[in-house]
């Protein structure tokens, strides 16, 4: 690369209004980046606030529609689901999540049926319905990786069947993509799509999306044992690299914020579609700050979103999704 000198050249030159920084700008977001997750819950014509999340919602399925209207109005192209399950239909080996009936399977029926065209994103992984709220099954106190696929590829075709249509494993077992992939074959689902969360880091930025789910108390210890050490980045291309050899059509990296150099090196190393996943945390800390007036709303959100695309993101799931895809709209 060449660099001119100064005076000769002046980089402050193409940075001196808005058509010339518009012309030279290397990335931007749009709506087509955005994925929006949604809470489910049980009961009826009830609409709750998640505390640790300002303006985040859980609504019961006959508030669904109207609730999924907005995002498909703004044309956001995904919504990535995730049910609450009451305590008493969790179980130690998780159940529930083999229900071809649960929540999750209701949801995505009701969904496909009002909304064909929206895509539908579903999360695989047993913490929704265990009452230890681990992602998969314990056997002497350990998370077992094997008998825990077993189960996760059943959850995955339930899932796909009722009309998901990206799957989306966040369990960070091993092998997991391959079981998942075959078994979806195996029931005529080949189009189905594995969004695979490759690179998930046991992280304290999921807290508030615990207290959405009410896993959270009932976590018991942490998930160190199976989701990434946040001092790993090689690991993360490992991570990346057996799930797309397994199948896995996209590749997610979680958290977002924290870990743009991880998403960077996974594009740059692999050139497949690489998503970012702005947790709970970075959004219940942004709204914290934004909300006390120490930074401002929209300047703070756009560019938290638009940082995932410089960093390589192809798109975000983002809790913004709705206030961005309005705010570019309003440009
Ligand atoms: N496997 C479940 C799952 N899927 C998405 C999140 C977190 C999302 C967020 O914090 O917004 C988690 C929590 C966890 O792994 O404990
Ligand atoms: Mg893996």
Not at 34 to 44: A, D, K, R, T, Y
């Amino acid at each position: 690369m060449t660099v001119g000198r100064f005076p000769l050249t002046r980089l402050r030159r193409n940075r001196q209004d808005r058509f010339t920084r518009r012309l030279v700008a290397e990335s931007s977001l749009s709506i087509d980046d955005l994925i929006w997750p949604i809470f489910v819950m049980e009961g009826s014509n009830s609409v709750t606030d998640v505390a640790s999340m300002p303006g985040v919602q859980r609504v019961t399925l006959d508030r669904l529609a109207a609730h999924v209207e907005t995002a498909a109005k703004l044309d956001i192209p995904a919504l990535a689901l995730f049910p609450i399950t009451p305590s008493e239909v969790r179980d130690e080996a998780g159940t529930e999540a083999l229900n071809p009936d649960n929540l999750m399977c209701r949801a995505a029926r009701l969904l496909k049926k009002e909304f064909p065209d929206m895509g539908l994103i579903g999360d695989v992984a047993l913490d929704p319905y265990t009452n230890h709220g681990h992602d998969g099954i314990i056997q002497d106190g350990y998370v077992v990786n094997d008998k825990s696929v077993d189960i996760l590829k059943v959850q995955a075709t339930n899932q796909a069947a009722a009309g998901i249509d990206i799957i989306a494993p966040s369990d960070m077992m091993d092998g997991r993509i391959e079981a998942i992939r075959r078994d979806l074959d195996e029931n005529g689902l080949i189009n189905t799509r594995i969004m695979s969360y490759a690179a998930k880091y046991a992280s304290a930025f999921y807290g508030p999306f615990r207290d959405a789910l009410g896993s959270g108390g009932l976590l018991k210890g942490d998930k160190k044992t199976y989701q990434m050490d946040p001092a790993n980045s090689d690991e993360a291309l490992r991570e990346v690299e057996t799930d797309l050899l397994e199948g896995a059509d996209m590749v997610m990296v979680k958290p977002g914020m924290p870990y743009l150099d991880i998403i960077r090196r996974v594009r740059d190393s692999f050139s497949v579609p690489t998503f970012a996943y702005q947790v709970s945390g970075e959004y219940a800390m942004l709204m914290a700050a934004i909300q006390n007036g120490w930074l401002d709303h929209e300047r703070a959100v756009m560019e938290s979103l638009l940082a995932f695309k410089r960093a390589g993101a192809n798109g975000i799931l983002t809790y913004f999704a709705i206030e961005a895809a309005q705010r570019i709209k309003a440009q």
